[in-house]
């Protein structure tokens, strides 16, 4: 098929200026049919102020109902070659990591079947393939099976669980976050390519609280790194930054401290480890002095969500501190009481989050067998209304 | 009577990570002692065992070509064993063992285009949606506007000269893919129109019951029209949350003239020091104008501007704006604080100042 | 009856209910679920063994996943 290059003046403008350009990376691949008419289409949008595209549909690949993002373009007469041009997700390996040899892999597959234009990554942590035809997803699908890669989450279903860089490259990791990442996404793959949930159900690991892939802001289950004994402290490490001048310690340390549980008195850091939050700032500062302390795991929080339907919601704690030792059995458990009671009385598109708003969350620890303690709360409630429960005195009378 | 092949693979699941590994994380791996930012883009994690590793971060456009996916793996080859990683904001890093590589690296990689940066109190990626480029509900393009922001803000990328880390988010609509509503700096496009609905197709592609029940104001109720099972809409109690048309794709939002961009700040996810903390509104809307959107461009700069010019080292754009109070940044952003400002959705009570503790006036 | 002939039987049920609302009411793998623990009764037909017909449903080509801002099990395309 022989196909005009397409004028494009106005998206040319931003192939200009210091910052890496998208529009030259459509045109690295405009020998591309589809991406030929990608760029067309963009123009258009960037003329009219409107986007081109519809949703909806029914594509996947056979027997998954996740993975395959529908997507049609409402100008097919006049861009033909991206009448169809469904997203496909491509489950990434955990942290990120490649070698150039299974990235030339990957782009063999893509420019065989498809535009050539990928997202390095999506939103989910996916390896998004950006534009295929309906009669190309089973093909594209084979081929990466072939090459040991299968398709991500979508739809109400367990998306693709992502995590930081963990241990591979961070001393600040609290748990195997790569590891974690892998075993729960082998564990539930079934979950994840056959949607059977009111709506999505997301996990994001980070190995400690700085948060490097926002699971508390994006994550329906949160899982982040923490420690329960002292902070590791080195004091010449310590008196080094403060002698080199890299570090004000009073100013940049101590008065930063959320707690105020560290105090110096000229040679000393001292850290009042019972009032530490663990909130990683003095270690964030001197990373070379101080560092998470050695009885490691992670905090599980529950309910994250962007503002679609009733407002946006961060993570609560669940569990105030797990282990996270494979092959996590307990959390596994917990994960599915969550999902059968989540599952029979969630309603459509509600996540779990703001089913936990109506139903309450002592209903909600009730059900799913959790014991309430004060670290899920900021505080006990304030207000008296309280639904006592009838039979509860009436059982304790018995038992005296 | 299964139509799938026998020989058919399924639930493989991704690779195993460890595959990809270079043999210095292999060895280091949950064994690393600590870490340094010699320079912008540049880090040196240091091991137990005294091995070094650098990491090089260079910024792409997410949007990638196969073409700069195989260019990368070369550069990966020549120069570190053909090992890299890609960060959660689009950024990719190259895993080097030969500290004396890192210059030459860093210029071929300038040379094609991809500056390195990002690392320490510097503005990195922004992370964004599709926009125009493939999504159905996009108020605004992702990629471009993004492009034009960064081109701007490039010296702070490529520089550690900010007072903390200014993490800065776009979405093309409320949906949020990749949940933008804890960023520094959010760039959120919106539509202000209630939904346009197809009143022929309403009854063949959706399903009327569902579409009702999806608005959280309870705006849609079912109607005949001209002849047609459909809905309408209670324009006045519609707050463009688009929740409809991803059920029901008969009810666009999208709007050529009143589509635009919002400006959300003061949010992180971090837990270091402050607790984690949602953006909140700066500006409500700036109509859109590709290609470059220079209205957006201008206020994000004068937002970054003053947050360098007043912040304290190590705080975050929330935390400065917490302790200087919320009047105290509208007047030194010279932002006008409107109705649009104050919240009257689920949680709105919560957001009233029920106190007397604000700046002085005047 | 065996799990499988079982299996079978909530397959074609499903199947049936599927079919009998198309184009009125879309089903999402639990509603579906829901129907059969209630037709059979919970101590015959479990969850477990409902997921197991759905994707014998799926997997025979007779049912297929549409996304319609959420997950429905639906006929194939023209049918």
């Known amino acids: 098929m022989t196909t005009n290059k397409r004028e494009t003046p106005l998206i040319d403008q931003l192939e200009k200026g210091p910052w890496p350009s998208f529009v030259k990376e459509l045109k690295k691949s405009a020998d591309n049919p589809m991406t030929n008419d990608l760029l067309g289409v963009l123009e258009r949008s960037y003329n009219d102020r409107i986007g081109h595209w519809k949703h909806g549909g029914l594509v996947g690949v056979m027997g998954y109902g996740g993975g395959v993002i529908g997507r049609y373009c409402d100008l097919p007469e006049e861009f033909p070659n991206v009448a169809h041009f469904h997203t496909m997700r491509i489950n990434h390996p955990a942290g990120w990591f490649y070698t150039s040899d299974v990235l030339r892999k990957i782009c063999d597959i893509w420019e065989k079947h498809g535009s050539g234009i990928t997202n390095m990554h999506g939103s989910t942590g996916d390896i998004i393939f950006l534009g295929c035809v309906t009669d190309e997803l089973e093909p594209t699908f084979s081929d990466l099976t072939e090459a040991g890669f299968d398709l991500g989450g979508s739809g109400s279903d367990m998306r693709t669980p992502s995590c930081c860089c963990g241990m591979a490259r961070c001393e600040w990791a609290c748990y195997d976050t790569m590891g974690f990442t892998y075993d729960i996404t082998q564990h539930w793959q079934d979950e994840l390519h056959r949607p059977a ?12 609280p700085n948060d490097c892939v926002a699971s508390i802001a994006r994550a329906d289950m949160s899982i982040i790194g923490t420690w329960r004994d002292d902070i590791q402290q080195d004091d010449a490490a310590v008196a080094e930054y403060v002698t080199s001048g890299a570090v004000d310690i009073v100013e940049d340390v101590v008065g930063r401290c959320p707690t105020q549980c560290m105090s110096w008195d000229g040679e000393k850091l001292t850290i009042n480890n019972r009032d530490c939050v663990r909130c990683m700032h003095c270690i964030n500062v001197m990373p070379k002095a101080l560092a998470p302390g050695k009885d490691r795991g992670a905090t599980i929080l529950l309910g994250a969500k962007a503002p679609i339907i009733g407002g946006a919601l961060l993570s609560s704690v669940l569990i105030p501190f797990y282990e996270m030792e494979p092959p996590y059995e307990d959390l596994k458990e917990l994960v599915e009481e969550i999902w059968d009671f989540w599952g029979e009385h969630g309603k459509n598109r509600e996540r779990v989050g703001e089913f936990i708003q109506r139903i309450g969350l002592g209903n909600f620890l009730e059900q799913i067998g959790l014991e309430p303690t004060p670290e899920m709360v900021v505080h006990p409630r304030t207000n008296p209304y309280i639904f006592f429960e009838l039979d509860e005195d009436e059982d304790e009378e018995e038992e005296d | 009577m299964s139509a799938l092949a026998s020989n058919r693979k399924t639930d493989i699941g991704p690779p195993h990570y460890e595959q990809f590994l270079p043999p210095i994380i292999k060895k280091n791996y949950g064994k690393w002692k600590y870490h340094e930012n010699p320079r912008p883009g540049v880090l040196v994690h ?130 949020m893919c990749g949940a933008v509503h804890c960023s520094d700096i959010a760039i959120l496009a919106v539509h202000r129109r ?78 270091a020091r402050s607790e984690p903390k949602f953006s909140k509104l700066a500006i409500p809307y700036i109509p859109n104008n590709p290609p470059r959107w220079p209205e957006v461009v201008e206020a994000i700069k004068n937002i970054v501007e003053v947050y360098a010019a007043n912040a304290r080292k190590y705080e975050r754009m929330g935390e400065w704006i917490d302790r200087i109070g919320w009047p105290r940044f509208f007047e030194v952003a010279d932002i006008e604080f409107t109705k649009y400002h104050i919240d009257d959705f689920t949680h709105a009570g919560e957001t009233f100042r029920r106190s007397v503790h604000f700046p002085r006036i005047g | ?70 997950s429905y099990i639906t006929l194939p395309a023209g049918s």
């Open chain 2, 194 to 271: 209630a939904p346009k609905i197809d009143h022929q197709a309403m009854a063949r592609v959706c399903e009327i019951p569902t579409t009702v029940s999806s608005c959280p104001t309870g705006a849609i109720r079912p109607a005949t029209v001209d002849g047609h099972q459909s809905v309408e809409v209670i324009e006045e109690q519609c707050m463009f949350c688009a929740n409809c048309y991803t059920v029901c794709p008969a009810m666009t939002l999208n709007d050529a003239e009143y589509d635009g961009i919002s400006i959300w700040v003061g949010g992180k996810v971090s837990q």
């Open chain 2, 46 to 175: 240091v091991a137990e065992s005294g091995d070094k590793l650098y990491t090089v971060r260079a910024a792409t456009p997410r949007l990638a070509s196969t073409k700069t996916i195989r260019l990368f793996a070369d550069l990966a080859d020549e120069f570190c064993g053909g090992h890299l990683r890609y960060t959660s904001r689009n950024n990719v890093e190259f895993l080097l063992t030969d500290e004396t590589k890192i210059d030459a690296l860093i210029e071929k990689l300038a040379a094609a285009g991809y500056p390195v940066g990002g690392t320490g109190a510097s503005i990195t990626n922004i992370v964004h949606t599709q926009g125009w480029i493939h999504c159905h509900s996009a108020a605004s393009d992702a990629s471009g506007v993004v492009k034009a922001v960064m081109d701007e803000l490039y010296p702070h990328f490529v520089n550690m000269d900010l007072p903390a880390k200014v993490r800065i988010a776009f979405a093309c609509c409320l949906n």
């Open chain 3, 1 to 70: 009856m065996s799990d499988e002939d079982l299996i079978n039987e909530v397959a074609n049920a499903m199947y049936e209910m599927v079919k009998e609302y198309h184009g009125k009411k879309n089903f999402k793998a639990m509603d579906l679920t829901k129907a059969m623990k209630q037709k059979y009764g919970e101590d015959k037909v479990n969850k477990a063994l409902c997921k197991k017909a759905i994707r014998q449903l799926i997997d025979s080509g007779r049912c297929t996943y549409s996304y319609v801002g959420g």
């Open chain 1, 197 to 208: 949930f009111p709506y999505k159900y997301k996990f994001k690991a980070s190995g400690c």
